[in-house]
């Protein structure tokens, strides 16, 4: 109960910028963020805990799996979170989420099952 929680990831190591486009897939840790177009896989490697950030421009057109994500721009494929996932007013899914927990604001739209790990 008063045990440390494991946190995101607070520093960003990598940006794919708003005029880039990747067609591939992506294998990282630590933090990421996303505010171009990557069509593939985006999936966190190793032990440490890793963080995706996905701006209102950004785009994903693949599986992504990660330990925490913030999603404000457009996924076309499955989450899988291990732990916390929060959809911001402009994100939009289409495909199933994995989550431990998970937060949605207003105006974020979901077309797929949302299933808790």
């Known amino acids: 109960m008063f045990g440390r929680k494991n946190k995101a990831v607070g520093h960003i190591d990598t940006l794919i910028g708003f005029n880039t486009a990747i067609s ?3 294998q ?10 990557v069509c593939g896989s985006v999936v ?4 440490s805990l890793s963080t995706l950030v996905l701006s209102e421009q950004g785009m994903i057109e693949g599986k992504v799996k990660v330990t925490h ?11 899988y979170v291990e ?3 929060e959809l911001q007013p ?3 899914v289409m ?3 994995h989550y431990q ?5 207003q105006g974020a739209s979901v077309e797929g099952k949302m299933i808790r790990i």
């Not at 990282?28 to 177009?37: A, E």
């Not at 966190?44 to 032990?47: L, M, P, S, T, Y």
């Open 90 to 92: 402009h994100a939009r």
């Open 69 to 79: 994500m913030v999603v404000n721009g457009t996924v076309k494929g499955p989450i």
């Open 95 to 97: 495909g199933d989420i």
């Open 83 to 85: 732990q916390e996932l």
């Open 44 to 47: 966190a490697v190793g032990e």
């Open 28 to 37: 990282f840790s630590g933090g990421l963020r996303v505010d171009g177009r």
């Open 24 to 26: 591939g897939d992506i």
């Open 101 to 105: 927990s998970v937060k949605i604001h």
